[in-house]
């Protein structure tokens, strides 16, 4: 198998092992929410980055356990992987299909990944040159949106600075929002806001928030990601939801300080949306912030197949009015996330690549010979052909 093979099958375990987080991580939820019990916004948000974390790092972990084995680090249980168990279950009559149609369907995904690999004639080439199209489209449309927020970064007026936090005023921003560079963290607050200084307390405290949440250096992890995943209808599903719980539990943190007004800050919020969206019907599209790098305070963009900005600023009202969301001592949460990260690791380890030979394979193997050998063999009393 050459490197390229072998990093192809990492790319395609890495979109199944995301798939099935997305499934696990929607089952919790929905879980949850049938009995009655919502987690605090700031714990789902955590779980979450952390589930995405543990698939990114699954192929490495799956490297790691399956070089410990070899080691004998670890003991040599029975295979986990799906192959070898359906192999298993055909020797033991639980599959009732002819044998070579069995290897046959064994060998289906090495034989479409060496086709898209080698862009054979049809499908591989077809599918070989979307991938790789998209991937320079959306890793083309990612510098862009580079290029568009350093040139709104550096149109910016300096206002405050403080170690590696600088805050900026901008007469051309659409609404507030966070950014950074390698070394920098950034917040950019419309001009007009400084003439409103209730609303800037609100907006400093949500835009604070954000950088203390990570949540700028996950949004940027997560667009350096979407060439590769810009396929996988699961990735956004994910993105989607983490852009919710992002907002959400920035919202939750900032109003239970005891100095905060939960009505004045939800007006806040519907003032910021009135201003970015005049600012959006009077400002060129050239002067739009690309999402790569920024966090802003409420979404004021029409997005293609998502919930309208009106929808959602409606969501974080209606969550900010919520009081019965759970917030258990942290040792908990993690004791019972635990499950969902052992099944995480389980399914991208069930979907590797199984060893070329093994026992069954190789009584496979001698089952599919046996089978030739009986079609190609003329039987006792018949007489032979000539």
């Known amino acids: 198998m050459t490197l390229l093979n072998q990093v192809f ?11 099935l987080t997305a499934i696990i991580w929607l089952a919790a939820k929905l879980t949850l929410n049938r ?8 714990y789902q948000l955590a779980i979450l980055n952390g589930l995405f974390a543990v698939m990114v790092l699954s192929p490495l972990a799956v490297a790691v356990y399956q070089y410990m084995q070899v080691a004998k680090v670890v003991p040599v249980a029975g295979s986990l992987n799906l192959a070898d168990y359906a192999v298993s279950q055909y020797l033991r009559g639980g599959i009732a299909i002819p044998a070579e149609d069995f290897q046959s369907l064994l060998g289906l995904r090495s034989r479409v990944t060496e086709g898209i690999v080698s862009f054979a004639p049809g499908f591989g080439m077809a599918v070989g040159v979307f991938l790789l199209a998209g991937f320079a489209f959306f890793a083309a449309r990612l510098g862009l949106n580079v290029v568009r927020l350093k040139r709104m970064l550096s149109g910016c007026h300096s206002w405050r600075r403080s170690g590696r936090l600088h805050l900026l005023l901008s007469d051309h921003a659409l609404v507030p929002f966070s950014a950074r560079g390698l070394t920098r963290n950034y917040v950019v607050i419309p001009s007009e806001l400084l003439a409103k200084p209730s609303d800037l307390k609100f907006v400093l405290k949500h835009e604070f928030q954000h950088l203390r949440q990570g949540d700028v ?3 940027i992890g997560l667009e350096f990601l979407r060439p590769f995943f810009f396929w996988n209808p699961f990735f956004y599903i994910w993105k989607s939801e983490v852009e919710r ?27 910021a949306a009135q201003a970015g969206l005049r600012r959006r019907q009077s400002l060129a599209a050239k002067d739009k912030v690309g999402n790569v790098a920024a966090v802003a305070l409420i979404e004021v963009q029409d997005r293609f197949l998502r919930r309208s900005p009106a929808q959602k600023l409606r969501r974080r009202v209606e969550a900010l009015l919520e009081k019965d969301r759970m917030r258990p001592h942290w040792g908990f949460v993690w004791l019972a ?17 199984p060893a070329d030979w093994s026992q069954d394979r190789i009584m496979l193997s001698t089952i599919i010979n046996l089978d030739r050998m009986d079609r190609e063999t003329p039987s006792f009393g018949q007489r032979p052909l000539r």
């Not at 719980?245 to 003032?271: F, G």
């Not at 990260?341 to 399914?347: P, T, Y």
């Open 9 to 19: 099958d990492i790319y395609v375990d890495l979109n199944i092992t995301l798939a």
């Open 217 to 219: 250096s996950w949004e």
């Open 337 to 353: 996330v635990l499950p969902m990260v052992a099944i995480v690791f389980l399914s991208a380890l069930s979907i590797q690549k």
């Open 245 to 271: 719980l992002r907002e959400l539990a920035c919202d939750q943190k900032v109003t239970d300080a005891s100095d905060v007004d939960l009505r004045s800050y939800c007006m806040c919020l519907l003032r």
């Open 35 to 42: 009995f009655g019990r919502k987690l605090a916004f700031n």
